[in-house]
């Protein structure tokens, strides 16, 4: 069993930053292989993608979030990072980790990120 655990959401002003982490662990063989993203579902709304990363380290991300976030991983750390800047109050979410390999998805509890002044 694969085990996905997030970790830097918090409280942010308009135009803050946060860093989200995801760390893997559990019966992982080799975190290179997972394709991973990260999602986030407002109250309320349909939970979405907000950039993926695959295992060549090509990303993609919503239009949303163009040119504001970043999506990084570290193989040797088995980790995933979404780099998040200039945040609007509409980035409001719990955000979830994700975690893909051949036809099987690994999620993680979530992180709950608000954006408020």
């Known amino acids: 069993q694969v085990q996905l655990v997030e970790s830097g959401g918090g409280l942010v002003q308009p135009g803050g930053s946060l860093r989200l982490s995801c760390a893997a662990s559990g019966s992982i063989f080799s975190f290179s292989l997972y394709a991973m993203g990260w999602y986030r579902q407002a109250p309320g709304k349909q939970r979405e993608l907000v950039a993926g990363?695959?295992?060549?380290?090509?990303?993609n991300y919503a239009d949303s979030v163009k040119g504001r976030f970043t999506i990084s991983r570290d193989n040797a750390k088995n980790t995933v990072y979404l780099q998040m800047n200039s945040l609007k109050p509409e980035d409001t979410a719990v955000y979830y980790c994700?975690?893909?390999?051949?036809?099987?998805?690994?999620w993680g509890q979530g992180t709950q990120v608000t954006v408020s002044s």
């Open positions: 990363i695959t295992r060549g380290g090509s990303a």
């Open positions: 994700n975690g893909r390999v051949a036809t099987i998805d690994y």
